[in-house]
């Protein structure tokens, strides 16, 4: 898959604090902290390359191909 074949979207997602709580101790732990003691990584974009990563290794495009996984569509006739 290349870079032409994907496209960035922003979306809510439900996750546990515990995996956020993971992601931030973690990615803190990797990039350490500067000269003055802080840590200047940005979590959010870790959340998002790790979902993202995720979402393309675990075949989500079969996933999403297959409509028993979408909920009910409220504002849908048939419900």
């Known amino acids: ?13 439900v996750m546990t604090t515990e995996s956020l709580r993971v992601i931030v101790d973690n990615t803190k732990k990797m990039a350490g902290r500067n000269e003055k003691g802080h840590y200047t990584v940005d979590t959010a974009d870790a959340v998002s390359v ?12 079969s996933y999403a191909k297959d409509e028993k996984n979408y909920p009910p569509c409220e504002s849908c006739p048939s419900g």
């Open 1 to 13: 898959m290349t870079a032409a074949d994907t496209i960035e979207v922003h979306a809510n997602i």
């Open 50 to 61: 790790m979902v993202s990563r995720f979402l393309l290794e675990k075949n989500f495009e």
